[in-house]
């Protein structure tokens, strides 16, 4: 079993379209929690970072943990053709410079 | 922000040949960098994690005589593929803890491409 579960899609929604993305994993030692989003042939950037369980809101992305249920999402409101990307949850332990493990990451396309 | 700069974006090389692959923190320091290699529609997996004067971690299945990693500086660590082989072949991306709010900095990836 992976450490990280994240359906791959494809995933084709609307533009203005409510996007939900989801990540499972298995080991309870995961305190923080990123969403990354990665275009074509380049390296991902940070989209948002929650620590343990609860809700953060950033603009138009809401990211949610649910450490009970070792389930983390991203919700991407009023969805536009420039969030189309692949997006990766990643997570990691508590520690200093602790390496990040990534989910396979889900491929979005939003149609205009 | 905190920047990484990696190099080159692009390279091909013959079969048998070593690339060798630099990513530069550019404003703050990185004592610590991990190299991912990533597949067509894959995740980003970690091959191994350097730190600034220490010999690298690698992780397990990673063959260590084939991806030398130095980390000389804290401010440059680099990756060489050596002996190349088309299996090779990938998208490799280094990052670096940059210390504001938790980020992970990403280098802009390098592909790689064996013939």
């Known amino acids: 079993q992976k450490e990280v579960e994240q359906d791959p899609g494809p995933l084709s929604v609307p533009e203005g379209a409510i996007v939900s993305l989801n990540c499972t994993y298995s080991?309870?030692?995961?305190?923080?929690f990123m969403w990354y989003r990665q275009y074509s042939r380049k390296g991902p950037e940070l989209l948002m970072y929650t620590y343990s369980s609860g809700n953060k809101e950033d603009g138009r992305f809401t990211a949610q943990v649910d450490k009970s249920s070792k389930y983390i999402s991203l919700f991407i409101r009023d969805s536009q053709p420039s969030d189309s990307a692949t997006y990766l949850c990643?997570?990691?332990?508590?520690?200093?410079?602790?390496?990040?493990?990534f989910g396979t990451g889900t491929r979005l396309t939003i149609i205009p | 922000g905190a920047v990484v700069s990696q190099h080159p974006s692009w390279v091909i090389c013959k079969s048998g040949t070593s690339v060798k692959i630099e990513c530069r923190s550019l404003d703050f320091q990185a004592t610590t960098m991990f190299w991912y290699r990533q597949f067509p529609k894959q995740s980003l997996m970690l091959m191994a994690t350097s730190n600034e004067g220490s010999k690298a971690t690698y992780e397990q299945g990673v063959e260590k005589d084939k991806f030398l990693i130095n980390h000389a500086s804290l401010t440059l660590s680099t990756l060489t593929v050596t002996s190349a082989h088309p299996e090779d072949s990938s998208f490799y991306i280094c990052?670096?803890?940059?210390?504001?709010?938790?980020?992970?900095?990403f280098g802009s990836g390098t592909r790689l491409t064996v013939v």
């Open positions: 990052s670096a803890p940059d210390r504001t709010e938790y980020g992970y900095t």
């Open positions: 080991n309870s030692a995961f305190q923080y």
């Open positions: 990643a997570m990691s332990r508590p520690f200093g410079n602790e390496k990040l493990t």
